[in-house]
């Protein structure tokens, strides 16, 4: 019961330790009681169909059990967890629209997007309904790295570090989507 | 006054089902079982056969 409650307090970076040093599955389902809920929810909400988000949830902790190792524990577990989550929607998506033999509007508008600094304000003042219908209007990966943002919190930095790229790199990506989002907020 | 984030107000609050952790904790078992496997098969299993043959290598030395 001790050694039960124990785990059951330890914290995530001593828990994935475990898991990779023994590949346990007891600890992996602490994991996965710790993280089941936000994973399903962000995949909802980034997929919008709840057949498809636990499909892509039960996807995303079986190929977490395998890839955990690659945590390097250079930002927190949870920042690392929601990227890993949204990566995998967005590679999903981008399979599934590939399969249709069809791409992405967004993308080829890519050259047309003003490069001016686009106002937080601008984004704070949107209604959440239409807000909702705009993100699920622009591409995959731009509406993934404003919900990392704007929901999850994150910072320039963090974003640079999980995506390997510059701050300069992650802040152009940004205003892409945020003009995009906007124009799409636009014509909903 | 401060702008409130409609980012927020957007999060998703469903309940996962029940039945979703015993199928990933069914998976997880067998890819387990997959890695012991292969773990024992490429590393464990080759590994004790060489100590075997190196032990018996040793005693007919000993002898000699």
């Known amino acids: 019961m001790a050694i039960q409650k124990s785990f059951k307090t ?5 828990l994935i330790q475990g898991i990779t040093q023994s590949n346990d599955t ?39 059990f395998v890839k955990l190792k690659t945590f390097k524990g250079d930002a927190k577990f949870s920042t690392w967890m929601f990227a890993f989550t949204y990566n995998h929607c967005v590679n999903y998506l981008q399979r599934e629209v590939k399969g249709k033999k069809n ?6 508008n890519y050259g ?10 601008l984004i704070f ?23 990392l943002k704007y929901q999850d919190d994150l910072s320039i930095k963090d974003i640079a570090t999980l995506y390997s790229i510059g701050e300069s790199a992650v802040k152009m990506r940004l205003n892409r989507a945020k003009s995009n989002l906007i124009e799409q907020y636009k014509n909903v | ?39 024992l098969v490429s590393v464990k299993y080759p590994s004790s056969i060489f100590n075997l043959l190196n032990a018996a290598e040793n005693r007919k030395k000993k002898k000699d």
Not at chain 1, 10 to 14: G, V, Y
Not at chain 1, 46 to 53: D, L, M, N, T, V
Not at chain 1, 103 to 108: A, H, L
Not at chain 2, 6 to 35: C, G, T, W, Y
């Open chain 1, 10 to 14: 330890i914290s995530d970076e001593e």
């Open chain 1, 26 to 64: 007891h600890l992996f389902g602490i994991l996965y009681d710790r993280y089941a809920s936000v994973v399903y929810n962000k995949c909802l909400g980034f997929i919008g169909s709840k057949e498809e988000a636990q499909d892509l949830t039960h996807d995303i902790f079986v190929k977490l």
């Open chain 1, 103 to 108: 791409t992405f509007s967004v993308d080829e």
């Open chain 1, 112 to 121: 047309e997007v003003k490069e001016d600094e686009v106002s937080d304000a």
């Open chain 1, 125 to 147: 003042e949107m209604k959440a309904e239409k807000l909702n219908r705009s993100l699920q209007l622009i591409s995959p990966p731009e509406r993934a790295i404003l919900l």
């Open chain 2, 1 to 39: 006054m401060k702008m409130e984030n409609p980012f927020k107000s957007i999060v998703e609050n469903q309940q996962v089902p029940e039945i979703l952790r015993d199928h990933v904790m069914k998976d997880i078992r067998l890819i387990k079982l997959a890695l012991d496997m292969t773990d």
